[in-house]
């Protein structure tokens, strides 16, 4: 598997492609990762590399906490993750935006936009009820749930799974296989066509696609290959 790197989404622009070609693309401004801990399996039991970014003041993070950064030679991090990978890597290593610049597409992680309490409509797509003569004014409702709450006469409680209303949105989500249409090391940038996951300044987390079809996987060979 590729490295897992992590930024911040910026925003959304254009950029001008082949043809003079209009490209919506989102920007995601690649942090400092650095390579914290490397996990081994004549230590640990599995094979896996720890990297930490976000700087903090060393009064927001605990003593191990420091500790830890500190023996990879940078000082303390908010946030650390793992990531199986194949190659080498350094302890106090730095991975930024270059690590791309050979990836055709890439699968971008984040936490969704929060959206609140939300009915069946907005959170389903429901049709809603009928809103002609006689209909009662219930038009946005789920409609009956009595027909799941039998279960074969084993309980008189709502199948689990059941659609209703609820909280809606604010969960990780994976969007796979976004084109990656230019990576700027110098400014340490990263545009990436599809909609990526979270608001804008949220962190999210990118890795070269793990799962793609023939005719993109085809594409992504070519350009490693280049």
């Known amino acids: 598997m590729g490295v897992e790197i992590a930024g911040k989404k910026v925003g959304m622009t254009r950029v001008y492609g082949e ?15 650095v390579v914290t801990q490397i996990r081994t399996e004549d230590r640990d ?13 060393a009064r927001r993070s605990t003593i191990p906490m420091i500790a830890h950064d ?15 990978a ?4 350094e302890l106090g290593q730095t991975l930024g935006a270059e690590q791309f610049e050979k990836v055709a597409f890439v699968d971008v992680i984040g ?18 009820q009928l809103a002609t003569h006689g209909v009662e004014r219930k038009h946005r409702s789920p409609g009956s749930i009595g027909g799941h709450a039998s279960n074969a006469g084993m309980s008189g409680r709502i199948k689990k799974g ?19 249409v230019r990576v700027d090391t110098d400014k340490s940038l990263v545009l990436v066509k599809g909609p990526v ?18 005719t993109k996987a085809a594409k992504a060979a070519e350009v490693a290959a280049s």
Not at 24 to 29: D, F, G, L
Not at 45 to 57: L, N, P, W
Request: charged share 25%; glycine share 14%.
């Open 19 to 33: 043809g003079n070609v209009s490209v919506p693309v989102t920007v995601i401004e690649v942090m400092p990762n």
């Open 45 to 57: 039991g599995y094979s896996a590399v720890q990297v930490g970014y976000d700087d903090i003041k």
């Open 70 to 84: 500190h023996k990879a030679g940078t000082g303390p991090k908010r946030h650390h993750r793992e990531f199986q």
């Open 86 to 89: 194949d190659g080498e890597f």
């Open 111 to 128: 936490q969704s936009k929060g959206k609140g309490f939300a009915g069946t409509m907005k959170r389903y797509g429901y049709k809603g």
């Open 162 to 180: 059941k659609r209703m209303a609820g909280h809606m949105g604010d969960e990780r989500v994976t969007v796979r296989s976004l084109d990656v």
């Open 197 to 214: 996951p979270g608001a804008n300044g949220s962190i999210v987390v990118m890795r070269p696609s793990i799962r793609l079809r023939k």
